[in-house]
T-cell receptor, first 114, second 113 residues
Framework: AQSVTQPDIHITVSEGASLELRCNYS??????LFWYVQSPGQGLQLLLKYFSGDTLVQGIKGFEAEFKRSQSSFNLRKPSVHWSDAAEYFCAVGAADSWGKLQFGAGTQVVVTP | DVKVTQSSRYLVKRTGEKVFLECVQDMDHENMFWYRQDPGLGLRLIYF???????EKGDIPEGYSVSREKKERFSLILESASTNQTSMYLC????????????FGQGTRLTVV
């Protein structure tokens, strides 16, 4: 069964600084990988996704993620954080045989300081 | 603008009550999901449905049931609410296929007292 680990429960970053959120997955076949963001009081919004092709994926809001098969990782990055990026971020993995089910990580809460 | 709408943002129910959480999507999606979100645990799948009247158990179905009588509506039912079901509940829908985007509702914060 697939699983997702987000090692960092909470990250504090200064506005304008870079941000990297870690995600490690476990899945036997080619994974379908997603990053979602949840702003306070809101549902989840898709930032980006990866299935195949270029291992560096661009998403919305200036985010990108890099797939590294050798490390089973799909880390999310942003070069310069804005105060509006304060939110909870979820990595998710989907499997080809799972009727579209997604397995989510525990989430990383991002706090942005002035 | 695509939309998944959950009928209540906040609910307070008593232990033993039967609770209905309603979700409606306007995107004609075949697949719909109910997740439970708890701090430190992320989102855990309770049930999902891939067609009208079709349902499958997710990872934590105990104490829950679902109903999908119409394509656009997917209901989560707590047969006899308990305090350990106090949580945030999120509904999602997506087209079939593993690479399609899932759209989420804003969530229902359920408190069982």
């Amino acid at each position: 069964a697939q699983s997702v680990t987000q090692p960092d429960i909470h990250i504090t970053v200064s506005e304008g600084a870079s941000l990297e959120l870690r995600c490690n997955y476990s899945y036997g076949a080619t994974p379908y990988l997603f990053w979602y963001v949840q702003s306070p009081g809101q549902g989840l919004q898709l930032l980006l996704k990866y299935f195949s092709g270029d291992t560096l994926v661009q998403g919305i809001k200036g985010f990108e993620a890099e797939f590294k098969r050798s490390q089973s990782s799909f880390n999310l990055r942003k070069p310069s954080v804005h105060w509006s990026d304060a939110a909870e971020y979820f990595c998710a993995v989907g499997a080809a045989d799972s009727w579209g089910k997604l397995q989510f990580g525990a989430g990383t809460q991002v706090v942005v300081t002035p | 603008d695509v939309k998944v709408t959950q009928s209540s943002r906040y609910l307070v129910k008593r232990t033993g009550e039967k609770v209905f959480l309603e979700c409606v999507q306007d995107m004609d999606h075949e697949n719909m999901f109910w997740y439970r979100q708890d701090p430190g645990l992320g989102l855990r799948l309770i049930y999902f449905s891939y067609d009208v009247k079709m349902k499958e158990k997710g990872d934590i179905p105990e104490g829950y049931s679902v109903s999908r009588e119409k394509k656009e509506r997917f209901s989560l039912i707590l047969e006899s609410a308990s305090t350990n079901q106090t949580s945030m509940y999120l509904c999602a829908s997506r087209l079939p296929g593993v690479y399609t985007e899932a759209f989420f509702g804003q969530g229902t914060r359920l408190t069982v007292v």
